[in-house]
């Protein structure tokens, strides 16, 4: 993937991160199909995590009020600002689309979380974070869209201390069905396990999460049924970036599984 094509992903997901907030309809839609009743008002988010998921990752980071994370493609913050919330450990969450940090920070503010919670632009492969600096890393269905997929899992492995915990939930390619396509067709992983071996992990708990493709498709198939509601509420630019992925993921089903990841750093 070219520069200019991450560029493109900032700039699509930028799009969508400033016509979330407007969207009762997305909202609706999001909760019922994706998040459930049960997940806590004011960390929302546009991925998959369930609050059964957020448990797990919490838990599985081992955490504790001394603690340091980072969340890897955080968007707009909920999920690592609810693993900060339960364990008092200190956030910081990167993510390409700054329309998206800001939203995290602000998002902070409102929780109260701010002062154990900072955002920054950065990428998978670059992060712009020190050496060993944390004792843990999380991220939520975005490293599929990582261009160079052994390259994000380098650079986790250079951030995380050693003895330090990566757990992620993200979804893995069914490469034949993706090939040729911009972002998804460009580095299609169909199992994460040997470049987090290669990067120097130990993966502890590699396990399909339930359920995961009748949520994806019956959320997806509500917002495609709510074009006209979601175009109105977001505008074009908000909605088609949104649309886009929608239209492409039932058609072509890129995705093979999805899946919940524990990795200790050797
Ligand atoms: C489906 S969203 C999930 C966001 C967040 N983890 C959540 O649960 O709400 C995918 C995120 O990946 C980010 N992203 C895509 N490509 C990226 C890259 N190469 N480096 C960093 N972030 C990226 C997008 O900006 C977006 O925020």
Redesign the pocket.
């Known amino acids: 993937m070219s520069s200019d094509d991450?560029q493109r992903?900032?700039a699509g997901?930028d799009a969508v991160y400033a016509a979330v907030p407007t969207s009762p309809t997305l909202a609706r839609v999001w909760r019922e199909h994706a998040l459930g009743a049960d997940f806590p008002e004011g960390f929302e988010?546009?991925?998959f995590?369930t609050l059964a998921e957020l448990r797990i990752i919490a838990s599985e980071l081992r955490l504790d009020t001394g603690s340091m994370f980072v969340d890897l493609?955080?968007?707009?913050g909920?999920?690592g600002l609810w693993v900060a919330r339960e364990t008092g450990a200190a956030l910081t969450g990167?993510?390409?689309?700054l329309v998206?940090v800001a939203g995290a920070r602000e998002r902070a503010a409102r929780l109260g979380l701010a002062n154990i919670a900072q955002f920054s632009g950065?990428?998978?492969a670059q992060t712009g974070l020190s050496d060993a600096a944390f004792d843990g890393a999380m991220?939520?269905?975005?490293l599929q869209?990582?261009?160079d997929k052994q390259a994000a899992m380098d650079e986790v492995a250079r951030i995380v201390r050693p003895g330090g915990r990566l757990v992620f939930a993200c979804f893995e390619f069914d490469a034949a069905r993706v090939a040729g396509l911009p972002v998804l067709g460009t580095d299609p992983v169909s199992d994460y396990r040997p470049l987090l071996e290669r990067a120097g992990f130990k993966v502890s708990s590699y396990s399909e999460t339930p359920g995961w493709r009748a949520r994806l498709t019956s959320a997806y198939q509500g917002i495609a049924d709510a074009k006209t509601s979601l175009t109105a509420e977001m505008g074009d630019a908000g909605c088609s970036s949104l649309l886009g992925e929608v239209a492409v993921t039932l058609q072509v089903q890129p995705y093979r599984s999805r899946v919940l990841v524990s990795a200790t750093r050797r």
């Open positions: 991450l992903v900032a997901y988010h546009i991925s995590a493609a955080c968007g707009m909920g999920p990167i993510d390409v689309s998206a950065g990428t998978f991220s939520v269905d975005a869209y990582a261009p």
